[in-house]
């Protein structure tokens, strides 16, 4: 996931107010940041930052607050990196996993199995769009895309379509990195390193209507990206085994946001030339984008589903790969050759299907999806003083999900705007100059408030 390194910090550049800044936070360091700093190699970051970035260490958390081992609390306004749904310490969520650690903690999912496995196999089935009714369990999201692919190649194989070896994605699509997924990503900082070590991958243009020409619509332009696809797969079907995206939102290249028609016609040309469609849900899955699915706003459904990170609400390590019956079945059969071997030594753990099942518990049984649209009202409501500021454009929403770009020209924007949003209890990490809000839907009215004020101040204070 993007990290400082990927907003495109410049250490070399800083400002006197933040040279005073960073002065105060290198007096807070603590013990446990400097024991980190000595042990721990962090993701995503280029170490060195942290000699003059002090690290911030969390002591427990509650509900969509963090707080710090100084005594600071900051709103998390991004979820810790997109995954907390239900706050930090959920009474429900730390019930289960309590009630779970008495019977079992985890179990080989080869020749065994257990029942939240298999309740939370069957509560996916009946939830998730279409007919996705098998489940293949992993511990993180770039994990439940190289199953999706392999499954996806492994399937065209058992089926006769050898020339189906390659994939195509949308530009700015990031669906992870191990080197699967890093293959089928378009975000240069993660790939471009590793390219030997990547199979080659096409990329088709986005729907993000961010690159719609000036009086076009959103739909018109998305309609326009799918005329795209359609050239590229009637040229290249032959070839291809599978479209892989991420459904409305773009997330680490800047939530790019796009209208769900394109979703409608990429899965009418997926039919049209016989290429599976996988839909990476990890980060829009459970109702980020405002309905429980993004692919239901489009009311389609893939042919391979990817949900990690919400699925837990945050708590435990867990993904799965759901698809259809026409494809679990082309692996089914009395030769070890035909099957899908591949594992996860900690596939379908039980705690984390405890966590994930009273996290569904939660999702449905407060409605979450309709009080999620009345907090969504509210924060478009108190944004205004945001949408209309002068350093604002592209101020956008889909869901819980809120993305602006701010016209800076500051060469470490992203740390600045980190640091100054600390100063004003917020954890906000913005991607480049793009700011985000994807906040736990716990949040209340009086916390948006703070998380819109603070996000004013840190506005004005840089601009």
């Known amino acids: 996931m993007l990290s400082y390194v990927a907003s495109a910090l410049t250490i070399n550049n800083i400002s006197n107010n933040t040279i005073i800044n960073i002065n105060l936070r290198q007096t807070m360091q603590t013990q446990l940041g400097k024991r980190s700093c000595q042990a721990v190699w962090h993701p995503c970051t280029q170490m060195f930052q942290h000699e003059t970035y002090p690290l911030i260490p969390i002591v427990r958390g509650q509900g969509v607050w963090l707080f710090d081992d100084s005594g600071n609390r900051y709103i998390d306004a991004i979820s810790s990196w997109w995954v907390n749904l239900f706050g930090h310490s959920n009474p429900a969520i730390n019930s289960a996993i309590r009630d779970q650690l008495e019977k079992i903690e985890h179990v080989m999912l080869a020749g065994f199995t257990h029942e939240p496995v298999i309740a ?7 939830i998730s769009p279409g007919s996705l009714g098998h489940c293949f369990y992993a511990a993180d999201g770039a994990s439940a895309v190289e199953i999706a692919l392999k499954m996806s190649f492994h399937y065209w194989q058992l089926c006769g379509a050898s020339k189906k070896t390659s994939f195509v994605s949308l530009q700015n699509d990031y669906h992870g990195e191990t080197l699967g997924a890093l293959s089928v990503t378009d975000v240069a900082i993660f790939k471009d390193t590793y390219a030997p070590l990547l199979r080659p991958c096409a990329h088709v243009p986005t729907p993000d209507w961010r ?39 773009q997330g680490a290249t800047g939530m790019g946001m796009y209208h769900p028609i394109y979703l409608e016609r990429a899965r009418a040309l997926c039919d049209r030339f016989q290429v599976h469609l ?10 980020r984008t405002g309905t429980l699915f993004a692919c239901n706003q489009a009311a389609i459904s893939p042919d391979i589903l990817c949900l990690s990170k919400g699925l837990s609400g945050g708590y435990l390590p867990i993904s799965v790969t759901m698809t259809t019956d ?12 035909r099957a899908f071997l591949h594992s996860h030594s900690h596939s379908g753990n039980a705690l984390a299907c405890r966590a994930a099942l009273a996290s569904l518990d939660l999702l449905e049984q407060n409605d979450v999806i309709k009080v999620n649209k009345l907090k969504a009202n ?12 002068e350093k604002v454009k592209n101020f956008r929403h889909c869901g819980m999900i809120w993305a602006f770009e701010v016209d800076s020209t500051l060469p470490d924007f992203s740390m600045q705007f980190f640091q100054a949003g600390l100063k004003q209890q917020l954890l906000l990490r913005p991607l480049g100059n793009t700011v985000y809000f994807m906040p736990p ?23």
């Open 278 to 287: 996988i839909a990476d849900e990890i980060a829009v899955g459970f109702g």
């Open 120 to 126: 939370l196999s069957e509560r996916l089935k009946r």
């Open 326 to 337: 026409n494809i679990y079945q082309a692996f089914y059969s009395d030769q070890m050759a």
């Open 441 to 463: 839907y716990v949040i209340d009215e009086p916390e948006i408030d703070i998380l819109i004020n603070g996000t004013l101040k840190v506005l004005n204070e840089l601009s």
């Open 378 to 389: 509210y924060l478009n409501n108190a944004s205004t003083k945001l949408t209309t500021h």
């Open 211 to 249: 690159y719609a020409e000036t009086g076009e619509s959103a739909e018109s332009y998305a309609l326009r990206a799918a005329v795209a696809l359609e050239q590229y797969l009637s040229e290249h079907h032959a070839q291809t085994a599978a479209l892989i995206l991420e459904p409305l939102v």
